[in-house]
């Protein structure tokens, strides 16, 4: 019997949940509306359950985008996957958000409109002009380590130098405004739970597991919490 994973997708302001059975995606649904996660992704994780006639028992393993991302989406997700896991006792593997947009990157569907890039950086758009991002080769290999990059008319001059660069996610219009390169290619979108399939599949077959208790998603910044301009009476 194939592998059954159960992906779950929170990063940004896009929820999605997948279920897939090997390679294939049995069922998946999509929420673009912001601030949605607590109040769809349970609802989502039940649909494509019942919609296959499965059970969290009947799973291999459940997989959760693990960031850079939305501290609150990215808490939502991770403490609904461990859940769970928990409950069902089947191990929990984190999938790193920026590989999902990669990979999105490299599916001949998405990156059509540029031919095939020679390299892919996703982006998760963080404040102002900064970014979450990190370099990847046309097939979603990492070739960087994640940072926050503050976005400017030089960013990644050597690597549109070098060839095709498809700038992918909720950070890529930001960087369109100031990147006017010729070699430079750009993606609106957020990351999708279908995406996270081959690497998680990956894990799976290695074994290489999160530890459920003590798992935390990657913020890369800690969340600051704002003070409100509304008078304390």
Same mark, same amino acid.
């Given at each position: 019997?194939?592998?059954?994973?159960?992906?779950?997708?929170?990063?940004?302001?896009?929820?999605?949940?997948?279920?897939?059975?090997?390679?294939?995606?049995?069922?998946?649904?999509?929420?673009?509306?912001?601030?949605?996660?607590?109040?769809?992704?349970?609802?989502?994780?039940?649909?494509?359950?019942?919609?296959?006639?499965?059970?969290?028992?009947?799973?291999?393993?459940?997989?959760?985008?693990?960031?850079?991302?939305?501290?609150?989406?990215? =808490?939502?997700?991770?403490?609904?996957?461990?859940?769970?896991?928990?409950?069902? !006792?089947?191990?929990?593997?984190?999938?790193?958000?920026?590989?999902?947009?990669?990979?999105?990157?490299?599916?001949?569907?998405?990156?059509?409109?540029?031919?095939?890039?020679?390299?892919?950086?996703?982006?998760?758009?963080?404040? =102002?002009?900064?970014?979450?991002?990190?370099?990847?080769?046309?097939? !979603?290999?990492?070739?960087?380590?994640?940072?926050?990059?503050?976005?400017?008319?030089?960013?990644?001059?050597?690597?549109?130098?070098?060839?095709?660069?498809?700038?992918? !996610?909720?950070?890529? !219009?930001?960087?369109?405004?100031?990147?006017?390169?010729?070699?430079?290619?750009?993606?609106?979108?957020?990351?999708?739970?279908?995406?996270?399939?081959?690497?998680?599949?990956?894990?799976?077959?290695?074994?290489?597991?999160?530890?459920?208790?003590?798992?935390?998603?990657?913020?890369?910044?800690?969340?600051?919490?704002?003070?409100?301009?509304?008078?304390?009476?």
């Amino acid at each position: 019997m194939s592998e059954r994973i159960l992906m779950i997708e929170t990063s940004t302001d896009c929820c999605s949940v997948a279920l897939a059975e090997g390679n294939r995606i049995l069922a998946e649904r999509i929420c673009e509306e912001s601030r949605q996660h607590a109040a769809i992704l349970a609802p989502y994780i039940s649909e494509v359950l019942q919609e296959t006639g499965l059970k969290a028992g009947d799973l291999n393993a459940i997989a959760v985008s693990k960031g850079p991302g939305s501290y609150t989406g990215l =808490r939502v997700g991770v403490s609904t996957a461990k859940g769970l896991c928990f409950g069902s !006792g089947k191990p929990l593997i984190g999938v790193d958000t920026l590989q999902i947009l990669a990979l999105q990157g490299s599916s001949s569907s998405l990156s059509g409109q540029a031919g095939h890039p020679d390299r892919i950086v996703p982006m998760i758009d963080a404040r =102002r002009m900064e970014v979450y991002a990190a370099v990847f080769d046309g097939e !979603g290999r990492r070739l960087s380590d994640t940072e926050a990059v503050i976005l400017d008319g030089e960013s990644y001059r050597a690597d549109l130098e070098a060839g095709t660069v498809l700038f992918i !996610g909720t950070g890529a !219009g930001k960087f369109q405004t100031v990147c006017h390169h010729p070699n430079a290619a750009f993606l609106s979108c957020s990351p999708l739970a279908s995406f996270m399939l081959q690497p998680a599949l990956s894990a799976l077959q290695k074994k290489e597991f999160e530890d459920t208790a003590y798992f935390e998603p990657f913020y890369l910044k800690e969340f600051v919490a704002g003070i409100s301009k509304k008078a304390v009476l």
